[in-house]
């Protein structure tokens, strides 16, 4: 159960973020601060008490705080971006970390990881390899979460930026997913739904309190998951899409 988040203001540099997407265009500022307070509004829906900080225009992806900690229940862990133009970023929510964890651990050179690559599903970690999280930071990160009584499933991740761009492992089992995944082993034993390549960006998908938070614009999948039943909150995520953002990278949920 969920009671806080942690989200950061996108700030008007949020046009120069880092991005691999293609034919999207450059964000819209003011429709990313409107996206991004209906965001909010959906975390609340949620039950969180949501935590505003302010923005950075330093850092133009400063607003994707999960990439910077991952948090559980025992102790919080401030990460070492793979991005360079990012790393810095993890000074930043240090404060922020502190006022809520006594415990924190740190990931250290030569170890990079994102939290957009950490997906957590009761007492395992899925810990994506990536262009971003390089093996030494998920062995890393692995070692960490093995002393409080967790496991820890590597997971290779090509034809997307992080795990969780990707992948969506619901509590039912239920996996909703891109196709790179279709043969990976760390996911035996869940019911896998693949989805169009026309909706890839619909597989990542934020689980809150018996709540899904969804991408609108994605009828199909949207389709399949009410089929399952679960609770949908829908909202546009259209601009931070432009800068390879997704659901669960604008909040750290705990």
């Known amino acids: 159960m969920f009671t806080k988040a942690i989200i950061r203001k996108p700030g008007k540099s949020l046009i ?35 935590e505003v900080l302010e923005q950075n225009e330093e850092f133009p992806d400063s607003c994707f705080v999960e990439d910077v900690a991952v948090i559980f229940d025992e102790a919080a862990v401030i990460t070492n971006p793979g991005a360079p133009a990012r790393n810095a970023e993890k000074k930043l929510i240090m404060e922020t970390i502190k006022n809520h964890y006594q415990t924190i651990e740190r990931i250290e050179e030569p170890g990079t ?72 082993k760390a996911f035996d034993g869940a019911v896998r739904h693949f989805v169009p390549q026309e909706e890839s960006y619909a597989a990542n998908c934020l689980l809150i309190n018996g709540k899904v938070i969804v991408p609108s614009g994605f009828p199909k999948t949207l389709e399949v998951l009410k089929s399952r039943g679960y609770d949908i909150i829908e909202t546009d995520m259209s601009e931070f899409r432009k800068i390879d953002g997704g659901l669960t990278c604008l909040s750290l949920r705990f």
């Open 113 to 184: 990881l994102e939290g957009g690559d950490i997906m957590q599903d009761g007492k395992t970690f899925y810990i994506g390899v990536s262009e971003r999280t390089n093996r030494e930071g998920a062995m890393q990160l692995k070692a960490i979460v093995e002393k409080y009584g967790y496991q820890a499933k590597l997971v290779p991740v090509c034809e997307v930026l992080h795990l969780k761009t990707g992948v969506t492992l619901f509590p039912d089992g239920f996996l909703l997913a891109g196709a790179s995944f279709a043969s990976d």
């Open 16 to 50: 120069k973020g880092i991005t691999s997407a293609q034919g999207l265009g450059k964000p819209d500022y003011q429709k990313a601060v409107s996206q991004h307070e209906s965001y909010q509004r959906a975390l609340e829906s949620c039950g969180l008490e949501v």
